[in-house]
């Protein structure tokens, strides 16, 4: 089992370009999830999707898009990049547990630059 | 709205000394509490969870943490620190559909 990769590891972009990160999963997990990590803040969540074709809003969702067209993948799209988004992303997935006691497992992590 | 705090951005200890990372909470439902660990350049890592029952719970690598109702706590602990406990270590709340919201963080260092 890979359980949780991202892709790309690194990514440098100027301001006003577009990317997309795909997380994917091979752990048959419902949940899934985008945070972002900056300094002090801890890991703020972006979007959340609990199953294929699902989508959410989570804390910090400006500026980001998402679609889960497959239940193993998960991606976050950047439409037009700004420097205030320079961070490290990190995708997670966990069982659909109702009464949310279930484990996120976490992926390696992009880091991404915006000039 | 629950939230979380975790006392204390750095702490710095002597291997084999006490590691205590401070965890408080906020929260108007019954909370599940988490403590995650980042090693350098990697993702986060489950350390131990609180759902319900026992208040002490043990997780790997030797760490603990209890929950604490009336103090609105759930501080980690461990009672020897070794050289590659040097991490970040977060404290988290679960809230529906297993949504994390987490703490600030803590950069445990532990010198020789």
């Known amino acids: 089992n890979a359980g949780v990769t991202q892709t790309p590891k690194f990514r440098v972009l100027k301001t006003g370009q577009s990317m997309t990160l795909l997380c994917a999963q091979d752990?048959?997990?419902?949940?899934m999830y985008w945070y972002r990590q900056d300094p002090g803040m801890g890991l703020r969540l972006i979007h959340y999707?609990?199953?294929?074709?699902?989508?959410a809003k989570g804390e910090v969702p400006d500026g980001y898009n998402v679609s889960r067209l497959k239940k193993q993948n998960f991606l976050l799209g950047l439409e037009s990049a700004a420097p205030s988004q320079t961070s490290v992303y990190f995708c997670?997935?966990?069982?659909?547990?109702?009464?949310?006691?279930?484990?996120?497992?976490f992926g390696p992590g992009t880091r991404l630059t915006v000039l | 709205a629950q939230s979380v705090t975790q006392l204390g951005s750095h702490v710095s200890v002597s291997e084999g000394a006490l590691v205590l990372l401070r965890c408080n909470y906020s929260s108007s439902v019954p909370p599940y509490l988490f403590w995650y660990v980042q090693y350098p350049n990697q993702g986060l890592q489950l350390l131990l969870k609180y759902t319900t029952g026992a208040t002490l719970v043990k997780g790997i690598n030797g760490f603990e943490a209890e929950f604490k109702k009336s103090e609105t706590s759930f501080h980690l602990t461990k009672p020897s620190a070794h050289m590659s406990d040097a991490a970040e270590y977060f404290c988290a709340f679960s809230g529906g559909y297993n949504k994390l919201i987490f703490g600030a963080g803590t950069r445990l260092a532990v010198h020789p």
């Open positions: 999707s609990v199953g294929e074709g699902t989508t």
């Open positions: 997670a997935s966990s069982y659909p547990r109702l009464d949310s006691t279930d484990t996120q497992y």
């Open positions: 752990m048959n997990h419902e949940y």
